[in-house]
């Protein structure tokens, strides 16, 4: 069950990622960035009033620094509109993955986060190898070569997606499920309305006369987040970091190439072939967090 709705989230997040695109397109990074945390934090707020939960009731009593989710989420979307327009949707995700495997194995081997403690073994280092080289293969498979700030920005997207899940994860437990999503966008919009406030003296001011000249359905993309960002989290702690990060990869990337062969003519064999290389790598670091589950782990 946890599985499929890991997977759902991973479709969302494709979705959502091309419809921030058309937002960014029109009204820059900065400003996307706010309005996708503002219309997040509305969804929210909305599902909060119906359920008659008051985040901040729920929230007492939790450590200060579980409540700032958010604030590594910001950088997770910001990271996610500056590369978007410069490299194709399935190598913003492939990228981002890669990041969210090392992350999660770092994460698996060091016990981060509450996470159960396993060894990292050559099994989890070859797959990670593997999956690297599928996702040299993705971005091959566009035209041209891979700029260097999208590529850098698209892993450090995926470092930062899994430390904010993991963040939420652990508040949710304490506070519930809609009040940790609520914090990871109230935090977030706390840091986007101070990055419009001091972009213009970084030489980006936001131009809010292009605020509402965006389709209709460009605005969703908050939405979205956050109903991925409350999946994610019934998942987190019922699944090893791995194997969630295989369950995303599978729904983000192939869903990413169906949208950029649909919607932009962006598709090759090639991109096929390392998909499906780099989901090979990361069934290696299923498989051996499967096997390391069975294991004790060593008294330190």
Known sequence: MYYAVAGSAALI????LAVNGELTAVCGETLTTLLIHLVGLGVCTAAALIKREN??????????????????????????????GRISVTAILALSLLGQAATSLAIDSLGLFGMARRRLGALELAGLAVTALGIVLLLAGGEGGAPFVPVAVSVLSGTCCVCTRQVTALLSERAGLLSGT??????????AVAAVIISPALGSGADFSLALSAPWWAY???ALGAAAVYLQNLCVKRMSSVSMTLVMFAGQVFGGA????VFYAEFSARTLMGGCLAFAGLVLNALAARRGAKEPTPRT
């Open 13 to 16: 997040i494709a979705v959502m």
């Open 55 to 84: 985040p901040f009731k729920a929230s007492r009593g939790v450590p200060f620094a579980l409540l700032l989710g958010g604030v590594i989420n910001y950088f997770t979307t910001f990271f996610n509109t500056l590369a978007v």
């Open 220 to 222: 969703l993309g908050g």
């Open 182 to 191: 609520w914090y990871s966008y109230f935090t977030g919009s706390v840091v």
């Open 258 to 261: 169906a949208i950029d062969a």
